[in-house]
């Protein structure tokens, strides 16, 4: 028989600390990164083709933005966005947009879409956190690739706008909102990091039903290009 006494309360959802949560998700994480760096140094040997090792990398700096990604979503669940560091450097935004790109391939392969990026042919570089600004890219290109119908064609352009610098992302054609489900933390984390370099995210509707998500950071920090 059983004492109650002795009895361990299971806790419930709402009481779990996102500190505890985000515990959990970085252990797994961390072995996944683990392997994927034995995989880049080929530790058990050879690899027949060099682009498994580029693969492995893909998946390591993968893992370190899903790092950061828990970090905010703690950051966001405490409320502590406004005490955010920004580490500063220049910012290639045409090299952003690429890895970007290169970082949602699979699920644009897998949605049947078509992404065209047109970028400047000078590099476009603003001064501002690499990590943070490529976030916002990839949530909201991210989010035009969800909600696009098989076939669309998906535009993403860098460059110089009346407010400044930015990054555009327009799906002309979407399902459902086209803006995305659940709490909205996407949007909501994009927003932040866009207003944290003293820039915006302006979402517009456009007639065919699609969405013109525009990351547009202020003039100011434009360094060269443009």
Known sequence: MIDDADTIAVPRPEEISPVVLAHELRSPLGAVQGLASLIAAEAYGALPDPR???AARQIEDACRHMEAL???VVAAAHREFGDDVLLEGEVDLSDL???AQA???RDIVAAGVVVRARVEIEP???WGDARRLRQAVLNVLGNAVKYAPRGARIAVEAGASAEGVEISVRNDEATGDGLG????LGLYV???QMRLHGGDLILRRLPTGGVLARLVLPAGRRVRGG
Do not use: K, M
């Open 52 to 54: 498994y090792r580029e």
């Open 70 to 72: 828990i970090a905010d």
């Open 97 to 99: 947009v690429d890895s």
């Open 103 to 105: 970082w949602l391939q």
């Open 124 to 126: 476009l570089v603003v």
């Open 181 to 184: 489900g659940g709490a909205g």
């Open 190 to 192: 994009t927003r932040r």
